[in-house]
């Protein structure tokens, strides 16, 4: 069965730091891409950041880059978000989604748009003084 758990979300104060995990299993991330996704109340799920690990290239939202990083760890199956500087405007509930890359001409790429097929169930990030 593939699955993808999230795990890392949690409360933090304005400024500070956490860093969420998406661990696959019954599949191996090696060659899929994997993205970040996150959806607060009464707003639409909004892309953050993805990776594919076939090429490691990345992608990051406007609104998060230079303050969030992606990164894959294969060994441990796992793609991990790391977020700095956190406003509370970054509160949301975080999802990892999992797909094969498209092929753009040049390299593997991935997709802020939420076309993946494999979705994790979420792990909350609470962002308040």
């Known amino acids: 069965q593939l699955q993808l758990v999230e795990s890392g979300g949690g409360l933090v104060q304005p400024g500070g730091s956490l860093r969420l995990s998406c661990a696959a299993s019954?599949?191996?991330?090696?060659?899929?891409?994997v993205a970040w996704f996150r959806q607060a109340p009464g707003k639409e799920r909004e892309g953050v950041s993805c990776?594919?690990?076939?090429?490691?290239?990345?992608y990051y939202a406007d609104s998060v880059k230079g303050r969030f990083t992606v990164s894959s760890d294969n060994a441990k199956n796992t793609v991990y978000l790391q977020m700095n500087s956190l406003k509370p405007e970054d509160a949301a509930v975080y999802y990892c989604?999992?797909?094969?890359?498209?092929?753009?001409?040049?390299?593997?790429?991935?997709?802020?748009?939420?076309?993946?097929?494999?979705w994790g169930q979420g792990t909350q990030v609470t962002v308040s003084s």
């Open positions: 019954g599949f191996t991330l090696d060659y899929y891409a």
């Open positions: 990776i594919s690990n076939r090429g490691g290239n990345t």
């Open positions: 989604a999992a797909d094969l890359p498209r092929y753009d001409g040049s390299g593997y790429v991935c997709t802020l748009a939420p076309e993946y097929d494999y």
